[in-house]
T-cell receptor
Framework: GAGVSQTPSNKVTEKGKYVELRCDPI?????LYWYRQSLGQGPEFLIY????????DSGLPNDRFFAVRPEGSVSTLKIQRTERGDSAVYLC?????????????FGPGTRLTVL | DQQVKQNSPSLSVQEGRISILNCDYT??????FLWYKKYPAEGPTFLIS?????DKNEDGRFTVFLNKSAKHLSLHIVPSQPGDSAVYFC???????????FGTGTRLKVLA
């Protein structure tokens, strides 16, 4: 079956612009996660959705970052007024249900470059 | 405050030998640990996990050992194969939570 997909695979934007990153989880997975991986670091948690609601957004770095999952499937991570420090690979993962004992399946990521 | 640490950024091993990747953690509330493997331009792929009620879990060539008193876990790959060359991330999670805390990764290179 299809895994987690993310679009676009690469996004180059200018400082101050708005970007949207899309994640299609594995069909039927109710839990969805966003992580950010900076160069030389491991993935860093941003936000977790259970169904349509954000159960934990404590990892979002500031109010320029926002994510939605309106129908409990596809999710969009939105970044306003992008800064050079936002450059990273943004990873999406999904699992069959929430909870730490349910394996998270990761997508290939979106590489965001802010010039 | 790095709660999960992988102190070796890289490791080179000869094909057929054992690879040992190490991971240390500081949070005693962590009770579930995982290893992910990552190839370039791909997302991390789940490899193996262990619950804190165990001290060893084995899956084929991969074995994870957990030493709770030392807050240390290790991944053993034997025999190592060139296709194992990748970046390996250790991750941890606590009961009732859902987010994984990742280490910075160890780049394994298996030499043919």
């Amino acid at each position: 079956g299809a895994g987690v997909s993310q679009t676009p695979s690469n996004k180059v934007t200018e400082k101050g612009k708005y970007v949207e990153l899309r994640c299609d989880p594995i069909s039927g997975h109710t839990a969805l996660y966003w992580y950010r991986q900076s160069l030389g670091q491991g993935p860093e948690f941003l936000i977790y959705f259970q169904g349509t609601g954000a159960a934990d957004d404590s990892g979002l770095p500031n109010d320029r970052f926002f994510a939605v999952r309106p129908e409990g499937s596809v999710s969009t991570l939105k970044i306003q007024r992008t800064e050079r420090g936002d450059s990273a690979v943004y990873l999406c993962a999904s699992s069959s249900q929430g909870g730490s004992y349910n394996e998270q399946f990761f997508g290939p990521g979106t590489r965001l470059t802010v010039l | 405050d790095q709660q999960v640490k992988q102190n070796s950024p890289s490791l080179s091993v000869q094909e057929g030998r054992i690879s040992i990747l190490n991971c240390d953690y500081t949070n005693s509330m962590f009770d579930y640990f995982l290893w992910y493997k990552k190839y370039p331009a791909e997302g991390p792929t789940f490899l193996i996990s262990i619950s804190s009620i165990k001290d060893k879990n084995e899956d084929g060539r991969f074995t994870v050992f957990l030493n709770k008193s030392a807050k240390h876990l290790s991944l053993h790959i034997v025999p190592s194969q060139p296709g194992d060359s990748a970046v390996y991330f250790c991750a941890a999670s606590g009961s009732g939570t859902y987010k994984y805390i990742f280490g910075t990764g160890t780049r394994l290179k298996v030499l043919a």
